[in-house]
Nanobody, 113 residues
Framework: QVQLVESGGGLVQPGGSLRLSCQAS????????MAWYRQAPGKRREFVAR???????VHTNSVKGRFTISRDNAKYTVYLQMNSLKPEDTAVYYC???????WGQGTQVTVSS
């Protein structure tokens, strides 16, 4: 049973923007914090941002002021608005709930000129 489906990635030039979406199943979304993570080639998966069920957000330092996590509780969807993208943001982006469930397929973000 698919529980997390990420979308919205793509190829973008430095300085550009993308909006990622993560459609979650109701049972893992309602009442849980949701988070975005990313994994660059040859590196470990790392935390990017987190949002509580009530909307409180935390962003890792490297994306503060550029990325914004949000959620639509009616659609069981969490978003990641990414602005001022840099080449070092290139990675596969994943979402998950807290506590975590099986990972989805992720969505590739490539920042390159």
């Amino acid at each position: 049973q698919v529980q997390l489906v990420e979308s919205g990635g793509g190829l973008v030039q430095p300085g550009g923007s993308l909006r990622l979406s993560c459609q979650a199943s109701r049972d893992i979304f309602v009442g849980n914090d949701m988070a975005w993570y990313r994994q660059a080639p040859g590196k470990r998966r790392e935390f990017v941002a987190r949002i509580s069920s009530s909307g409180y957000t935390v962003h890792t330092n490297s994306v503060k002021g550029r990325f914004t996590i949000s959620r639509d509780n009616a659609k069981y969807t969490v978003y990641l608005q990414m602005n001022s993208l840099k080449p070092e943001d290139t990675a596969v982006y994943y979402c998950n709930s807290l506590p975590a469930v099986d990972w989805g397929q992720g969505t590739q973000v490539t920042v390159s000129s």
